[in-house]
């Protein structure tokens, strides 16, 4: 080894032994006769220390390193007598006797440091530097945590992790799949997987009972702010388990991360909410519950005092922000503003004060008479020195722009800490979604969910409404996985590919091979994947995933630093049997 | 859960417990009034009792149960009157009150059972059935146990597991490089890794220190028998360190994965080889040496007998077969017929039997006296009984056919037992191979290996001699991994293109975004990687890596059970900006 320590091994019961260290300049200054070098490396920095009085000449070559210079010193371990208590080795020096130079540095486009000068896109272009920052590097340490304690418990737990290709097969229903021509299989496609959810399946029907696997999934999609072309998931599944074992496991695993990754240890079971429920008091499938503000719905009480706005409307909802009754007019202006953005759309914002002194104020004092507007605030339970701030319109679009409200007023309230940590599940999804444009249902999970029994008689019906069991897990408002319990029976699956509208030639060509093993003693089985870049930022407390990837690649899907995806030259065209058809230029 | 314990959980303490089981039927037979199924799952086999007395109608129920078919059953554990001592659970059995069919099964397509009636392309039609037998499927839990411990094993040495990204850089040279068409951005393509090589060296620029991943790899390349389109490597790479401190590193890896998943204490340092050595005692740079048998040169030795044969070969070298003077004229011949397969290419074999009664026959009587024969025997320190064998040819030629020969007579001879493990590091691999056809060198571990620097002086005058800081371990003459010392020297590795023969653009072109890295203070790294597939088959006595992989390709690259690689639509093709351009059928 060219070090017998890193540079963050170092303490005062050190004092007086010889070390080697080897590392990156961090900086380096010159105090009268003596030079201190800070000495970098992954696990810490060192300060050395260069006296110009004991060895002219070292000091001199001290002297002129410059930033990221690699170096390997020599020295004595030395009780500092300007110690720094900010830093873990900062009780100690290195009195050097000896440097090698291990390499030098051109000056690096930006500073190596937490708060560094460089910008988004020169970061990501040297992102090999960027790396070297301490609060980024952290990152993927964390990652590596989480990676590592979701083996540890999967392992514990019966688990067995599995490979599963990455190079299968394409199906003609997949537009967003990635397909990559195969040069032996000339005119033919794999596509790389978006997700292993057949192989993770058929791995069920094998019988291999608890399945687990960190995997890259892969959708050539528009990215959108966060989003990858690959990602990766923490994919499971169990056999033999019913939605309550699922929970119950996938509970524990995040309860497992917290404790050995953050060391926070959740009291409570996680509590779970219908997909109804979450609608109505949330006004979305993945709730910040870090607050409560819950929607209260007050149409019944706005009845009859002519107020078109409300009148006409299908929903009218408000939720009572705590002690916000001070809010100035430029506030709530902020706040209509906020809720007229495209983005959400609504029309206008309705808002109630509840004055310290039990008086009222609100943006509708025409149509309705403190009285009446009583009644709206004990609904809402609030007290004097409360906001009430009401939206309505169509149910669920309404209740979509309150969730955007709610949210925002938990922002500006400070509800919503980055270090508390707020795990729900969503239970009770609908099986089904109604696409308006194609006149179709859609799967609101995926083909493979199993309907609640109780609900199959509505299948042919009234499909809307049935219940499916199919779960998320959401922290701090967070989708971090989700999951379903599976059909196993080839009959049920086979309804399932008709109701949504797949011709049996379709169902067939693309999950055939799924069908042929359900003809095998396909067993009961169910799972979940969570989404480990999300984890990952969720954990960091970083509001992007890209953040926690080593090489993420931008929004148009690019490498900056490799200059990735690029040309191929025209033989290797050839090889693979393909012929560029690009798009005309003007 | 559908169950209170698995159908390999039960033993003698667990009588007259209530329990719940699922499981597939394995076997089903009817003895007088009572029915005996024996229920699997992953866990091991458990027989259940059904007895027409008591309940005739279950019983009816179970006689009707079909092989595969998934069930879940209540009953009492109970001892048996006829124990089985060759399965855990053969003290019990369980006597079933109760019983729900969960799903039915076709008859399988081959047996499920270790010695299956199954062809390999009906097994690998049918994988999903193929990997419910005990044997395969305990490969895949062998190979979730050495990733597991080789995680565990360096994430307690400060490894961080990092994901390189899948989609790379495609480089014009990667003829062998997978391509992914980008629609985002038209005419340009991602290339899938090879292996995340500049990624890891990219890593330790950064200060990572040390680094490994699991990675998925691909090469389009046509595959002979054990290759796979797909492979995964234990990719690994550290900073500031010396090729003796990666050797122990990865030897400590090695010993705790052959402690934790097949008890075995190597009481030795793992031997070293160099390259040299191994061609020149092995005839090849992965010797088995689980036995001795080396080459011994004799060219010397056979000079001046008029002997055309060995007079004008530049080499003639003897392996001694141990006790094999006994052979007869048959098994000689075969040897013979061996040698001159057209794979392995000699013109013949010269032998030499040393009889016990110490006569000497031999096929050069003509030319060699016995007192000549006796130098040989000498120098191959034969003793009677022994059998010397001979080839001769251009040095590196027959000593190649001179190892086939050798691993040959390991076999016959029962020397190559599979549950004797023989690791070996090779070291000293030279830096450069000699091409022929094109009369250039080629790097031969790749183009970022450090060259020893006491053979740097050769680098200009005699570059086939210069050393590479490269190795490989080797275990029973497979090659499990191998990796080197890197070049961090920027000017350096610039030189390493020229002598490879790459332009500045080219080398610019490919390898810029690592060049550029290097400016930027670059420490000395030096790291390696294992095949987890070659790694699984060794520690499970496989011939092949395909048995330890899950969902393998055949050697046309193609998975036969879900139809991969396939045709894609037209619509798919415009969008990704391509047309084919198929080769005419005659």
New interface residues.
Partial sequence: ???SC?CGDLRIDNVSQEVTL?G?VQKNRKMGGMTFVDL????GVTQLVFNNDINAELCEQANKLGR???I?VKGVVSERSNKNPNMPTGDIEIIVSDMKL?????V?PFTIEDNTDGGDDIRMQ????D??RNNV?SN??L??KI??ET?RFL?AENF???????????T?EG?RD???????????????PQSPQ??KQ??M?????RYFQIA?C?R?E??RADRQ??F?QIDCEMT???QE?VLNMFEGLMRHLFKYVKDIDFAEAFPRMTWEDAMNFYGCDKPDIRFDMKFVEIKDLTEGHNFPVFDSAEYVGAICATGCASYTRKQLDQLTDFVKRPQIGAKGLVYVKYEQDGSIKSSVDKFYSADVIKTWLERCDAKPGDLLLILCGDRRKAQKQLCELRLEMGERMGLRDKDTFAPLWVVDFPLFEWDEDSQRFYAMHHPFTMPNPDDLALLDTDPGKVRAWAYDMVINGVELGGGSIRI??GGLQKRMFQLLGFSDEQAQDQFG?LMD?F??????HGGLAFGLDRLVSMFAGLDSIRDC???P?NN????V?????????D??L??????????KED
Avoid at 40 to 43: G, M, P, S
Avoid at 556 to 559: A, C, I, K, L
């Fill in positions: 080894m060219l070090r890193t080897a990156w970098r490396d992954r696990y990221e210079y690699v390997q291990l390499n030098s540095s051109a690096p040297y992102r090999y530097l790396l070297r590097r993927m340490e990652r590596h990676a590592f083996r392992d067995l992790e599995v490979e599963t290709p990455i190079l299968i097969k394409s003609p537009a990635f397909v990559v021509p195969s040069r032996m299989n000339p005119g033919e496609f794999y596509a790389l057949l192989f058929l791995l029907v094998s019988g291999f009972d890259k892969f050539d528009d990215l072309p690959e990766t033999f388990v019913e074992d196993h029976d091979f093993a003809k095998y003693g396909a067993p009961p990837i080593a090489f690649k148009s899907g690019r490498d630093m490799n200059d990735a995806p690029s040309k191929i030259d033989a290797q050839k090889e693979l049997f393909l012929e560029l058809n690009l798009p």
